[in-house]
């Protein structure tokens, strides 16, 4: 294994080649890049951290069992100052601390909604802001993660197409979002360790580790960015999110959302398998090449079949279809009674979000108005799919999930056409 610090130093995180426009093959950078030199271990899985510990001169079982003992300290409970690691040796948390640290996000801003919706402006340690946000309501609490900052697609009611992309995040950025939401909540378990601590007694039952009466019970990867772009890093940091013996959310509470990256769909089934969404927007080639792009890639046609492949979609586990309402763009009846036919057609256990369109200022588009997004609804409903209206939530504080805006440059509208244009140029050379 490199050294994690030569790595670094040879590609700084902004000069981190993203080869492509349209097919950012995902660069591995496994580990969080950090100036003292020391190893952030947060996203590193398991076996990683044994290697890291033999690099670092221990002995191969000795390696192990640390390491298991620090995977547990930082993924189940949390903690990020080797000294509360208690089950270890006093003389080894020092030597722990010189050369590793436990990291998160850097916290810019924090804002809470009127309506309980939570909105975080992050940065990673080498200053590029992304955000994450949590969305809690009776029955759950999502938290939206970001996979990217800034998003290299361009669709074109989308704030963040607008920001050029700047990096793919890490496994540990993206696992921090979960982590730093955890610590915001204050729901780490902070009893005894299950199978470290000596069973002592059942005494503190409100201390002990419970995954019931949580907030945070559900994942959303909709944050900034296109998922399926870093596919690497969002797979590593959602294997940390499901691991037993690390955050242990069931994939069936996490939800990945992709544009169409049609030749990822099925990797995605083979090596994350959580729930799908689709962010389908349109159902004609003309509409969905306009507002989402990668369609003059991968069309609706090839996309549709992808999902009929996904594994496990059945009606206990359908795939989510975004659909974002646009005023006399995408919906008419007839747009409503082909996206229908077409998940008829293909055979689709589904059901269809509709999102009020977000408005942000330099947008092309209005929402639809409301009697129409609830006939388009009724359509769909009629033909026995489910397709609920999203309420916005954090509006007042400019969180909805897909909308994430940062102080990152601002473009202007000619800055953005130009931009677009570019960006099909590329598609089209790729096709
Ligand atoms: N890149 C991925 C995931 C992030 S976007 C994807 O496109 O699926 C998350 C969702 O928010 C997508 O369905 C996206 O189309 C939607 N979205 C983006 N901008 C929006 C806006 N201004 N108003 C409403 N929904 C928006
Ligand atoms: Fe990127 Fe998704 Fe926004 Fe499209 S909707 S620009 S894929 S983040």
Known sequence: MNS???SASQHPAHHMPIPGLTDPVPVARPITPRADGRIDLLGVARPAITELLIEAGLEPKAAKLRAKQVYHWIYHRGVTDFAEMTDIAKGLRPWLSERFVIGRPDIVTAQISSDGTRKWLLSTTDGHEFEMVFIPDEARGTLCVSSQVGCTLNCTFCHTGTMRLVRN????????????????????PKGNMAGFAPDTDEEDEEDTYSPDGRLLTNIVMMGMGEPLYNFDNVRDALKLVMDGDGLALSRRRITLSTSGVVPMIARTGAEINVNLAIS?????????DEIVPINRKYGIEELLEACAAYPGASNSRRITFEYVMLAGKNDSDADARELVRLLRHYRLPAKVNLIPFNPWPGAVYECSPPDRIRRFSEIIFESGISAPIRSPRGRDIDAACGQLKTSAARMTRAELDRLAEEKLAALEVGD
């Open 4 to 6: 994690p610090q030569t």
């Open 169 to 188: 995040l890490t496994p540990g950025e993206i696992v921090g979002q979960v982590m730093l939401a955890r610590d915001a909540l204050g729901e780490w």
């Open 280 to 288: 389908l927007h349109a159902v004609t080639k003309q509409v969905r």
